[in-house]
């Protein structure tokens, strides 16, 4: 089992940046995928970043490519997400998932694990 703890959200101006942090506690945190989401007032949550055990591969939702990049420190049993160039549209609460399988998914459904989340608001 794995205790998932996110923070680093806020309030930004449209154009700048942020980094999430999500913190795990619990056994073999290298063991598992893990993934960020997103969930905005009104809407289903949505895929934004996964990365496998190792962190040597990271896979992207085509709306944040080229300005979100996720990564891992398993020394340190933390994940990231470094968001750049922030849209409005980008405001949602954001969640770390962590998942025991084998490959990586895009659907929350395959993720045993959840944290909190953190608000990030992104002002136009």
């Known amino acids: 089992q794995v205790q998932l703890v996110e923070s680093g959200g806020g309030l930004v101006q449209a154009g700048g940046s942020l980094r999430l942090t999500c913190a795990a506690s619990?056994?073999?945190?290298?063991?598992?995928?893990m993934g960020w989401f997103r969930q905005a007032p009104g809407k289903e949550r949505e895929f934004v970043a996964v990365i496998t055990w190792s962190g040597a591969t990271t896979y992207r939702a085509d709306s944040v490519k080229g300005r979100f990049t996720m990564a891992r420190d398993n020394a340190k049993n933390t994940v990231y997400l470094q968001m750049n160039s922030l849209k409005p549209e980008d405001t949602a609460v954001y969640y770390c998932?962590?998942?025991?399988?084998?490959?990586?998914?895009?659907?929350?459904?395959?993720?045993?694990?959840w944290g909190q989340g953190t608000q990030v608001t992104v002002s136009a």
């Open positions: 998932a962590a998942d025991q399988g084998r490959y990586t998914s895009r659907n929350p459904e395959q993720y045993e694990y």
């Open positions: 619990g056994r073999a945190f290298s063991s598992y995928i």
